[in-house]
T-cell receptor, first 115, second 112 residues
Framework: AQSVTQLDSHVSVSEGTPVLLRCNYS??????LFWYVQHPNKGLQLLLK??????LVKGINGFEAEFKKSETSFHLTKPSAHMSDAAEYFC?????????????FGSGTRLLVRP | DGGITQSPKYLFRKEGQNVTLSCEQN?????MYWYRQDPGQGLRLIYY???????QKGDIAEGYSVSREKKESFPLTVTSAQKNPTAFYLC???????????FGPGTRLTVT
């Protein structure tokens, strides 16, 4: 069975400092991994996705994530936080062998950016 | 301008009433999904449909019903049997060529 664990429910950084949001996954097959961002009372926007190509994935707004199979991790990083990055971030896994293409969501990490 | 629309943005109902949430997409996507989001939790799958006139239960289907009569529409009915209907509901769609899902803006349902 697939699962996703986001290791921090809240992360607080100062504007201009690096961001690290941690995610570990469990998947029996070949996983697709995603990071989505949600601003308050909005839908979800895809930041980036990994689908068995390059292990370092670059996304929108300067975010990137590295797939580490040996550590079953897919942490999200950004070199320099901006106030507009304050939002909820979800790590998501999907099984490429599952024809339903269901997404399994982590519980989310709320990123706070201090001025 | 392609995308997914959900209406209304906010919905208020009395306990014991059924309510239907709208989801429309003009992306020509084959598959559509309904999720429920509660505070401090990730999204949980209610129902999904991969083709017209066919749908499957997700992880928390009890108290909900759906229909898929048209490719572009996937309405969700929250019935009076749903014990805790107050939540944020998100609709998503997916093209047949990818497992990436595109999300609508959501409907916040409050039942009192």
């Amino acid at each position: 069975a697939q699962s996703v664990t986001q290791l921090d429910s809240h992360v607080s950084v100062s504007e201009g400092t690096p961001v690290l949001l941690r995610c570990n996954y469990s998947s029996s097959y070949s996983p697709s991994l995603f990071w989505y961002v949600q601003h308050p009372n909005k839908g979800l926007q895809l930041l980036l996705k990994y689908t068995s190509a390059a292990t370092l994935v670059k996304g929108i707004n300067g975010f990137e994530a590295e797939f580490k199979k040996s550590e079953t991790s897919f942490h999200l990083t950004k070199p320099s936080a901006h106030m507009s990055d304050a939002a909820e971030y979800f790590c998501v896994v999907s099984d490429l062998e599952d024809s339903s293409y269901k997404l399994i969501f982590g519980s989310g990490t709320r990123l706070l950016v201090r001025p | 301008d392609g995308g997914i629309t959900q209406s209304p943005k906010y919905l208020f109902r009395k306990e014991g009433q059924n309510v239907t949430l709208s989801c429309e997409q003009n992306l020509n996507h084959d598959a559509m999904y309904w999720y429920r989001q509660d505070p401090g939790q990730g999204l949980r799958l209610i129902y999904y449909s991969q083709i017209v006139n066919d749908f499957q239960k997700g992880d928390i289907a009890e108290g909900y019903s759906v229909s898929r009569e048209k490719k572009e529409s996937f309405p969700l009915t929250v019935t009076s049997a749903q014990k805790n209907p107050t939540a944020f509901y998100l609709c998503a769609s997916r093209t047949g060529k990818s497992n990436e899902q595109y999300f609508g803006p959501g409907t916040r349902l409050t039942v009192t």
